[in-house]
């Protein structure tokens, strides 16, 4: 019923910037929160950001406040995610969830739908 598509990764050199776009279809996309996640090898998938529907509440890990901002744009039905300042910790698979829900939540378990990841490298 919904899809979602991660877009923006690649390599880059740690202190730079990328920006990561997540493209939502489908009968419920409009009225949801939405998050990011990451995936490095070896580990669990872990929080990276959120957003409600209205776009006016956002939660963030510790490790990214101050760096990232997620941000989404309903009428394009899509959800971004700005990464400033990169730091080769940051290297992962990002990948971007929706829950049947309009609230921000930093809970794995909370988000249905799963993208399939778009990988981001950080080199030294």
């Known amino acids: 019923q919904v899809q979602l598509v991660e877009s923006g990764g690649g390599l880059v050199q740690a202190g730079g910037s990328l920006r990561l776009s997540c493209a939502a279809s489908?009968?419920?996309?409009?009225?949801?929160?939405m998050g990011w996640f990451r995936q490095a090898p070896g580990k669990e998938r872990e929080f990276v950001a959120s957003i409600n529907w209205g776009g006016d509440t956002t939660y963030y890990a510790d490790s990214v406040k101050g760096r990232f901002t997620a941000s989404r744009d309903n009428d394009k039905n899509l959800m971004y995610l700005q990464m400033n300042n990169l730091k080769t910790e940051d290297t992962a698979v990002y990948y971007c969830?929706?829950?049947?829900?309009?609230?921000?939540?930093?809970?794995?378990?909370?988000?249905?739908?799963w993208g399939l990841g778009t990988q981001v490298t950080v080199s030294s």
């Open positions: 489908g009968r419920t996309v409009f009225v949801n929160g």
């Open positions: 969830a929706t829950r049947p829900s309009p609230m921000a939540s930093s809970n794995r378990e909370h988000y249905e739908y």
